[in-house]
Structures are given as structure tokens and as C-alpha cells.
């Protein structure tokens, strides 16, 4: 399994522009989380899926989030309109079903800057 | 805020073991300890998990201490690619997928 796989790895962007963020999860998981990751606050669960359908999103930092699983093999992460304070990396991480062996495989990440 | 203490870095030689050291004197007996290290621009990768006996598997050892209070993960023969950020996490198996990352272990492997 290629692992779960992010695009794009780089993004640079100027302030109040739309940006999607793209993850494909490893085949035959049914969690998917995205996570973000600043030096200032460490790594912070944004939201996650379970079965495509969205569990907890207490973590999106506001409304300029967005994000959908529109089937169990694709997920985005949307932030529109962007600012700079948005700047960081962005994971996307998966697993599969609940119980003793719960693993999260996480993707590479995109790192956002935002001008 | 993260349930776990770990010293912000460490050093070791290569090719001996490395010892990182976790502290989680609140755990609750249905928790979980996880260990997930992640080096430089890369993910964060699962490493080892245990309840309270101790455990190994081809990247590393976990050894839990009898009162649960903190714990301990080896690496038998660091190399320099165990350079990383180790984290230790507590987590209940039966609660909503929360794993709170605290800022970790940085260790640095020297030749």
C-alpha cells in the first residue's frame, strides 16, 4: 500500500484566497483525522471521519474551515478566505476500526504558507 | 493539555540504546500508552503501544512500570535515522479518537 497520500506537499498562497487541501487515506480504513501542526501550538486534531461521515470538528479553528469526505477513498480540507495566521502543516492520518491495535498512519503533509 | 512528561531532548550515541523516559502519574486504568516519533518534515509514526505489561515489536521495547505511573521506551541500537521527536500519549481505547500530543522528546542520535 503506497500509504496515505497527500497533495499538494507545498503550498504557497496569498492572503484571502481559497485553498484545498487534498488527502487520499490508505485503502480499507475507516478513520480519517486532519491535523495541524504550528511551533507554537504543537499538533492539533482538526476533525475526523468516521465512515465518511464527520464525528468531531471541535478542533476547526473557525468557520473559514471546511472540510468533507464525499467517499471513503478522498477527503479536502478547505480554508477560504485564507490568512497568514494559517501558515503551518496540515496532516492527514487514517485507520482502521476500533480496538487494542489502533495505529494512525499519517501522509507527509502540506505545508501552507500563507502571504 | 497533554497527560504525558517528557524531557524536551536527548542525546545518545549511535548504535547504543536510547532511553526516553515518560511520565503519566494521572492514568487511568483503561489507558493506553502510544509512542509515536516523527522525524524532521515527515509524519508522525506509530512506534509501540501497551496497557501495563511490557512490549516489543521490531522498532522498539515499552516497559511500563508496575504502578503504571510512567514508563520507558528503548531503542535496542539507535542509528542515525532515530533521529525524530518521540511522543509519549496517553489514551482511554474506548473514548472518541482524541490523542492529545504534547511537544515530545527531542533525540538526537551523534556518531
Known amino acids: 500500500d503506497a500509504g496515505v497520500i497527500q497533495s499538494p506537499r507545498h503550498e504557497v498562497t496569498e492572503m484571502g484566497q481559497e485553498v484545498t487541501l487534498r488527502c487520499k487515506p490508505i485503502s480499507g480504513h475507516d478513520y480519517l483525522f486532519w491535523y495541524r501542526q504550528t511551533m507554537m501550538r504543537g499538533l492539533e486534531l482538526l476533525i475526523y471521519?468516521?465512515?465518511?461521515?464527520?464525528?468531531?470538528d471541535s478542533g476547526m479553528p473557525e468557520d473559514r474551515f471546511s472540510a468533507k469526505m464525499p467517499n471513503a477513498s478522498f477527503s479536502t480540507l478547505k480554508i477560504q478566505p485564507s490568512e497568514p495566521r494559517d501558515s503551518a502543516v496540515y496532516f492527514c492520518?487514517?485507520?482502521?476500526?476500533?480496538?487494542?491495535?489502533?495505529?494512525?498512519?499519517f501522509g507527509s503533509g502540506t505545508q501552507l504558507s500563507v502571504l | 493539555d497533554a497527560k504525558t512528561t517528557q524531557p524536551p531532548s536527548m542525546d545518545c550515541a549511535e548504535g547504543r540504546a536510547a532511553n526516553l523516559p515518560c511520565n503519566h502519574s494521572?492514568?487511568?486504568?483503561?489507558?493506553?500508552v502510544y509512542w509515536y516519533r516523527q522525524i524532521h518534515s515527515q509524519g508522525p509514526q506509530y512506534i509501540i503501544h501497551?496497557?501495563?505489561?511490557?512490549e516489543t515489536n521490531e522498532m522498539a521495547s515499552l516497559i511500563i512500570t508496575e504502578d503504571r505511573k510512567s514508563s520507558t521506551l528503548i531503542l535496542p541500537h539507535a542509528t542515525l535515522r532515530d533521529t525524530a521527536v518521540y511522543y509519549c500519549i496517553v489514551r482511554a481505547m474506548d473514548s472518541n479518537y482524541q490523542l492529545i500530543w504534547g511537544a515530545g522528546t527531542k533525540l538526537i542520535i551523534k556518531p
Open positions: 471521519f468516521n465512515n465518511n461521515v464527520p464525528i468531531d
Open positions: 492520518a487514517s485507520r482502521r476500526g476500533q480496538g487494542r491495535d489502533e495505529k494512525l498512519f
Open positions: 494521572t492514568i487511568s486504568g483503561n489507558e493506553y
Open positions: 501497551g496497557l501495563k505489561n511490557n
